[in-house]
């Protein structure tokens, strides 16, 4: 009987971004970063490799999807394949739990669960560090689901050892209020957009001296939980990130006029003693990183500029892991 294998990951935010690679083909960084897990957001995949099936098959929230998402499934899968050598195709099930309207599916969730589900169904043994070097190649930032809590991406200086590290659990007093912006379609990919500002923007070799800065810094404040520090350093990081996009040719950028709006409500409840910090990825969301104990309060006064089902208070969330039987709705 093949094996089907069950796997959940959460998705995560960078701190610390990833912004550009060195090498297109094995998904290596120009620099480290680091993210936190995110509880509230997380998918569920199912893989199974059977010797009968004639191609693979990637179903997504129930439905079947087209050639151009299955061949990327199968181009993933064919790292797996690789190491077990094996030619057996396989069909996937995922679902994204994504509270509705939130339009905050990741590739990084998806990725690291796809990978966590064929290491276990191919029973390829995989410890977690390897399983990371194998999740990057699908997504650079899928990388850093494989663990929970903060958790770091070292650049490394080859494909073997450009993998993920846990930091810290993150199990003290630390939340995310993501305002879900929108969720129009990007009009510029993460991977296009990086490749753009590697390419063609003068701010780019600024952006990775400064995050080799961040990255320790970041760290030593981890280490110190001192909220206040991380904060700042998370905040100034992404500020720098999306600053590189306004020089890249042609110029972008993912801010909507919402993103201000969420941006200056964090700044505003800043004024008045509450420590919260912002920082946005590749799209118009905002995060608020703030203590737990006050993601209640940060969400009320959002709640002037913002409907509730756009408001989500999410916790650290853990690494990868198989569901339990009853957990299996795939
Ligand atoms: C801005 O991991 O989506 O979210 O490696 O090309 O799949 P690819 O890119 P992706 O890029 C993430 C960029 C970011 C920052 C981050 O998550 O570190």
């Known amino acids: 009987m093949p094996k089907k294998a069950y796997v959940r990951a959460h998705t995560n935010i960078a701190l610390i971004k990833y912004w550009g690679k060195r090498d297109e083909t094995d ?26 099936l004639p191609k693979d098959s990637f179903y997504l929230n129930g439905e079947k999807q087209g050639e151009k998402e299955t ?77 929970g809590g903060f958790v770091e991406w070292d650049m490394g200086t080859c494909s073997d050892d450009s993998f993920a590290v846990p ?33 063609t923007s003068p701010f780019y070799p600024a952006w990775v001296e400064s995050a080799k800065r961040d990255i320790l810094d970041i760290k030593a404040a981890i280490a110190a939980k001192d909220f206040i520090r991380l904060g700042e350093i998370t905040e100034a990081n992404g500020m720098k990130m999306h600053g590189t996009m306004l020089g890249a040719e042609p110029p972008f950028s993912y801010w909507e006029p919402d993103s201000i709006v969420a941006i200056k409500t964090a700044q505003a409840l800043r004024k008045q003693g509450i420590a919260c910090y912002v920082t946005m990825d590749a799209g118009p969301n905002v995060k608020v990183l703030c203590r737990l104990s006050q993601a209640e309060t940060i ?5 002037e500029h913002f409907t509730e089902d756009k408001l989500i208070i999410t916790k650290p969330g853990k690494g990868i892991r198989e569901l339990t039987a009853a957990e299996r709705a795939v």
């Open 27 to 52: 998904f290596l960084p120009m620099n480290s970063s680091l993210s936190m897990t995110l509880d509230k957001l997380y998918t569920d995949t199912m893989v199974v490799f059977d010797e009968a």
């Open 71 to 147: 061949q990327k499934i199968s181009n993933f899968l064919d790292l797996f394949r690789e190491e077990k050598n094996t030619a057996m195709r396989a069909r996937v099930e995922s679902i994204n739990h994504v509270p509705t309207a939130a339009g905050l599916a990741s590739s990084a969730s998806a990725f690291a669960a796809l990978a966590g589900a064929a290491n276990l169904a191919l029973g390829l043994d995989l410890d977690p560090q390897r399983l990371s070097t194998f999740a990057r190649r699908g997504s650079g930032s899928a990388t850093r689901s494989i663990y």
């Open 167 to 199: 930091v810290d659990d993150a199990g003290w007093d630390i939340g995310i209020v993501i305002v879900a912006v929108n969720q129009k379609a990007k009009e510029v990919s993460s991977r296009i957009g990086m490749k753009r500002t590697v390419e």
């Open 299 to 303: 969400k009320e006064a959002l709640l």
